[in-house]
Every structure is written in C-alpha cells, then in structure tokens.
C-alpha cells in the first residue's frame, strides 16, 4: 500500500516534467533559427564590406564593421541563453533521477533489515541455543548488521556513515553501464577507475587513503570482506615500508 502511495506521488511530481521540457526544447530551437537567421546576415554585411571597401570612407567602414560586430554579440548572446536553457533542462531531470536514485537505496534497505528479521525470526534462528543466541545478540549492531558494537567508531564505520549517495543501488549494475551514462560533471569520482559511484563500493581502512572508495568489480571482490580491507595502492604502499 505504501508503495503504492509512494508511486503516486512520484508520478505527481513528474506530471509536468514532459510540457517544461517540451517548452525548454522549443525555445532552444527557436533561439538555433535565430542564431542562423543572424549568422546569415553577418555573411550578407561582410560581402558588402569586403565589394564595397575601397570606395568607402574610414567614417564608413567603421559604421559597417560596428554592424557586423553588433551582429556577432547578438549571435552570442543567442548562444549563452540556449547554454543557459540546456544547463537548466538537465537538472530538471537530473533532480528526479536523483530524487528516484535515493528512495530506491532508502527502499532496498529496507528491505534488507525485513529479510534479516525474517530470517533470525525462521525455524532455524528460532532453534538457536539459549547462549548462541544471547551471543549473536550481543555481537548485533543498533540494526541488525552482524557489526560489533565496538566498531561504531573505527574509521570503517565512519566512512560508511558518509559513503557515496548511492554506494547501494537497489539493481546491480556493471562498469560498462555506467561508463555509458551520462555523468554530471560535479559529481565526484571514486575508485581507480575514476568513474561516479555506482554499486556496491567499499572503502579503504587507510585513513590516509587518497581515494577511500572502490568499486567490487575493480577491486576483484564479490562480497564484502570480513575485517579491516585495504586498497591495492596502500597495500603496495604498506609493502615498501
């Protein structure tokens, strides 16, 4: 019910997110057929000036070479407002792509704790001995994670709780996905690969680490590690010391 609700909403926001982006796009190609209509003008003056120059006066050629200079600052002026329209287009739709990017992170956690309460609630969990179970209690973290409750202030747990945005995306995704999408250029890039985040990530152990998260796939991981995990880099790094 919740989702449904949820789904509502969500398609109520975008509701009119097709007639501003239809409007930003008409106004760019109006603003193109303007650009073309001055670019042929700059080319119908400077014939004239090029024919005619030797005829003209110095008061002359100045007056015409003015017109075809003020034509250049209209031209560009067209040119910055279509920047400008672009600039805005895109992040109308990339707040809603982000907005989606983070409920669909918030959901998927969600639904991790759900799935570890109904797993520790099975016939398996609930055939757990008195002193196991009182164990795996105590080594639970505040929800559920299987962390000691002495790791909430490593360095570890520090970096996790401002780990990228989107460092749990609810669908796997591959390197080559990414590398196929659009990227905001003030995103910031992690890993040796230089790329945004996406996936699942881990970060390095090393406080000093220049570069702090990675992806599994290019770190050669499919699971988290258990303990402290440290890059390639710093593992070399550790190595010449």
Known sequence: MATA?????????????PCELQRNFSLMRDLDNRTEEKKGEIDKLAEEYISSVRNLASEQRVEHLQKIQ?????CKEFSDDKVQLAMQTYEMVDKHIRRLDADLARFENEL???????SYDSPEGRGLKK??????????????????SSDEDSPRKK???NSPELSDALLPMQPSDVLDMPVDPNEPTYCLCH???YGEMIGCDNPDCPIEWFHFACVDLATKPKGK???????QDKKKK
């Open 131 to 148: 002193g196991e179970g009182r164990g795996l209690r105590e080594k639970r973290g505040p929800k559920g994670r299987g962390r000691k």
């Open 70 to 74: 003020c034509a250049y600052s209209k």
């Open 195 to 197: 790329q945004v985040s």
């Open 5 to 17: 609700i949820y789904l509502e909403h969500y398609l109520d926001s975008i509701e009119n997110l």
């Open 112 to 118: 991790k704790e759900k799935l570890e309460v109904s």
């Open 229 to 235: 995990w440290f890059c390639p880099r710093c593992t």
């Open 159 to 161: 970096k996790l709780k």
